[in-house]
């Protein structure tokens, strides 16, 4: 297996993996319960550059080899972003979607100046009980943490306490409570002091 950046290309495989993770918040920020425009609208903005979604926020994991069932040699991906940037990020995908869906876009800040925020991990469901979640979150504490020396950040459903389980085991702390969509969340951090 392999972890890499996303491409252009490859926003037709990462948009039905984002969709998995952040399928109700997709359609609260469209005003439609519509899987194909959910879809559409994910692909247009992972395809482009400089925005919340864009591939070059994308850390994908793939397969070496493709079987020949397979469509996809994509088993995850993480959207990670610099939360300072958060704003910035949102512009775009406001625009895009006034434009398209004659909706405001203006949810909650989820992330703030100080850390690398993980928006959303999600695992094609052929591929999960594999631990493909877990290398990849190893994977990004290793890369950002250990290396780098960045905080972490990441939110966490409190109706998911599994989720949260896993976060706490791999080294994340509780620092606050969050509001996002109306779902209420633990925003959760793990530091370079504390590894």
């Known amino acids: ?5 996303g491409l252009p290309e490859d926003s037709a495989e990462i948009a039905p993996l984002l969709l998995l993770a952040m399928e109700d918040i997709v359609y609260k920020f469209i005003g ?3 899987k194909k425009k959910a879809l559409d609208f994910l692909e247009t903005m992972i395809f482009q550059k400089g925005n919340q979604y864009s591939h070059e926020n994308c850390w994908i994991i793939e397969d070496d080899i493709r079987e020949e ?3 996809s040699r994509i088993l995850g991906v ?3 972003y610099e939360g ?7 512009l775009p995908v406001a625009f895009y979607i006034k434009e398209n869906f004659n909706r405001d876009f203006n949810p909650e800040d989820e992330t703030q100046p100080g850390e690398i925020y ?3 991990v999600a695992v094609d469901p052929n591929s999960q009980g594999r631990g493909i979640g877990s290398m990849m979150f190893k994977f990004l504490i290793d890369y950002y943490v250990k290396k780098q020396k960045l905080t972490l950040g990441l939110l966490v459903d409190n109706d998911n306490p599994s989720a949260k389980k896993l976060y706490l085991k791999l080294g994340f702390k ?16 793990i530091e370079p002091s504390t590894i």
């Open 1 to 5: 297996m392999n972890i890499r950046r």
């Open 32 to 34: 439609a319960e519509s």
């Open 78 to 80: 993480s959207l990670v």
């Open 84 to 90: 300072a940037e958060l704003n910035k990020l949102r």
């Open 118 to 120: 993980i928006d959303c």
């Open 69 to 71: 069932n397979e469509s």
């Open 174 to 189: 509780v620092v606050s409570q969050k509001s996002l969509v109306g779902k209420q969340m633990d925003h959760m951090q």
